[in-house]
């Protein structure tokens, strides 16, 4: 199908789409039907919410995209919209991973265009634009339908366009194509939120001293000092109980509806309380505090400062998280954006690490920081800890190339020693081979008294081991990890792309075992020449 002069895409769920316009306007139309007769403020909210879902169900439903010999071209209800091949760098697939086992994966195609250009008229918009378009729409990483359509996407754009690679770029969540300002956004609220309370903590201590050292009211005491300074106590008596769980709440209620109707306790309260039972209340700043009887005393709980910061020490902390996407992303910012971003565990182990020492200072000393020597020596130290974590972190997650971690230089041979010990290196090939059967190599095992061979299993013994055919491979290139590789292989490792007597295949594993592998595959050859120029020597070690 590659040979096709054009290709149209529409959706596949077009009856349902259909089916959920009409759904959408008979329920517009029977909200303002009902609206008219009955008069209900709720169903012009119905009639807005059952329209919006008509229209967007209609602008899917009448969705098409063409591809042909003059460009791209897309239509919906809302927006047309064409480009010329010679505008166009570039086409990519954005995949959306599941969820959940039962959500299927997306893949749609995007389009990228040359510096300047916006189609239609071709007037500078930008740098580098990017356009996805809605159809068509891969579901799973192995949809022929997808399949074959891109291939006619990239087949015309090869014979009308200028495309600025051969290589398929494949963008997810774990690329360095993926926008960061999302994670920015949500890590800045959460600050904020860490800062409103943070703010709260010196009224929370004032709050705590005031009623520890609160008296109780005398007889001539004025009507601002029973509010504000002093306690009141009065008696009453309790009528019934209603005790529930937690979230619904449970509530005593008094006779008479004196000194008040009701107050909310806990659920042990409740159920300790019985009707009839005379208590005495004990009222602060117009709220009551303790409910002392015979069989039971509920307190009220009392915010203290050391909850309040723990709280915003907590908040700040998971505010570290999407702030470390954010730093991941931005260090690799000119790297291609199909290229697998490291993972953020180190800085979440910085982060766990800053809650082992914040969070007990924060709840034993919110408001005396610095006042002595154990709040003065505990914070610093604390903090250097953390700074070494930090740094730990950023070397650990830096990008290292191929040529970096010897992976990428010329393999040479074997020595006695990998020889004369069996080891299991984890590792796969990424494609079916007649020594990978259904990918269901996880290890590759070097050394002993065999070839080197894929097992699905990390030893001892090389019970359904595989051989590698070491002769049919040359070893092309080595290079970082790939959105295009699968979500299953780590970002920290390597690929090596392989020629298997004329069938590319990837080998994946950690720079350290691929280079020990690469050893023992394809001996004394340099990524990029054949077994027979590197058994002449036409490579430089």
């Keep these: 199908m590659s040979d096709a002069r054009e290709v149209t895409c529409r959706s596949q769920w077009s009856g349902a789409l259909w089916f959920l316009v009409g759904f959408g306007a008979t329920g517009a139309a029977s909200a303002v039907l009902l609206r008219a007769l009955m008069g209900l403020a709720v169903w012009p909210v119905a009639a807005v919410l059952s329209a919006v879902a008509a229209v967007a169900a209609m602008d899917r439903a009448t969705a098409w995209v063409r591809a042909d010999a003059r460009g791209v071209h897309s239509r919906t209800l809302l927006r047309r919209r064409s480009v010329r091949w010679s505008d166009v760098a570039d086409l990519r697939v954005r995949l959306k991973y599941a969820n959940t086992p039962r959500t299927q994966d997306v893949r749609r195609i995007v389009v990228v265009l040359r510096e300047g250009q916006d189609g239609n008229d071709g007037r500078g918009r930008g740098r580098g634009r990017k356009w996805t ?15 074959e359509k891109l291939e006619v996407f990239r ?101 008479d509806a004196r000194p008040l109707e009701r107050l909310g306790v806990s659920e042990e309260a409740a159920r300790a309380f019985r009707a009839g039972d005379g208590v005495e209340l004990t009222v602060w700043r117009g709220s009551v505090k303790e409910v002392a009887g015979e069989r039971h005393v509920w307190r009220e709980h009392t915010v203290t400062p050391g909850s309040v910061a723990v709280a915003a020490a907590v908040v700040a902390l998971v505010a570290g998280y999407p702030a470390a996407r954010v730093l991941v992303r931005i260090r690799r910012r000119r790297r291609p954006e199909d290229e697998v971003l490291p993972s953020v565990l180190p800085f979440v182990a910085v982060l766990f690490g800053t809650a082992l020492w914040l969070l007990p200072l924060c709840s034993l000393h919110p408001t005396t920081l610095f006042t002595s020597p154990l709040t003065t020596f505990w914070p610093v130290a604390g903090a250097l800890v953390s700074l070494v974590l930090f740094a730990w972190a950023w070397r650990v997650t830096r990008f290292r190339g191929p040529e970096e971690s ?65 002769g049919r491979l040359a070893l092309r290139k080595v290079r970082p990890v790939r959105g295009g590789d699968g979500d299953g292989v780590p970002g920290a490792w390597h690929i090596a792309e392989l020629d298997d007597a004329g069938t590319p295949v990837r080998l994946a594993a950690a720079p350290a075992d691929l280079n020990r592998i690469l050893r023992h595959l394809t001996p004394g050859q340099a990524p990029g020449l054949s077994a027979e120029a590197a058994a002449v020597g036409r490579f430089t070690p």
């Design 406 to 470: 010897g992976s990428g230089r010329a393999a040479p041979s074997a020595g006695r020693d990998d020889d004369e010990k069996e080891v299991f290196l984890r590792a796969r090939f990424l494609e079916v081979a007649d020594y990978n059967p259904r990918r269901f190599g996880t290890h590759v095992v070097l050394g002993g008294d065999g070839p080197p061979s894929v097992t699905p299993h990390p030893g001892p013994g090389r019970f359904a081991a595989r051989p590698i055919p070491v």
């Design 155 to 255: 087949a015309l754009h090869r014979r009308h366009g200028t495309p600025e690679s051969s290589h398929l770029a494949v963008i997810s969540y774990r690329t360095t194509g993926r926008g960061w300002i999302g994670s920015l956004v949500v890590s800045v609220l959460l600050l904020a939120l860490a800062g409103a309370a943070a703010a709260f903590v010196l009224a929370a201590d004032a709050d705590l001293r005031a009623w520890k050292s609160a008296v109780p009211c005398t007889a001539g005491a004025s009507a601002a000092e029973r509010r504000e300074t002093c306690v009141t106590t009065m008696p009453a008596v309790i009528e019934r109980t209603e005790a529930h769980h937690p979230r619904k709440g449970s509530r005593l209620y008094f006779t």
């Design 133 to 147: 378009l809605p159809l068509p729409v891969g579901l799973t990483s192995h949809d022929p339908d997808f399949d």
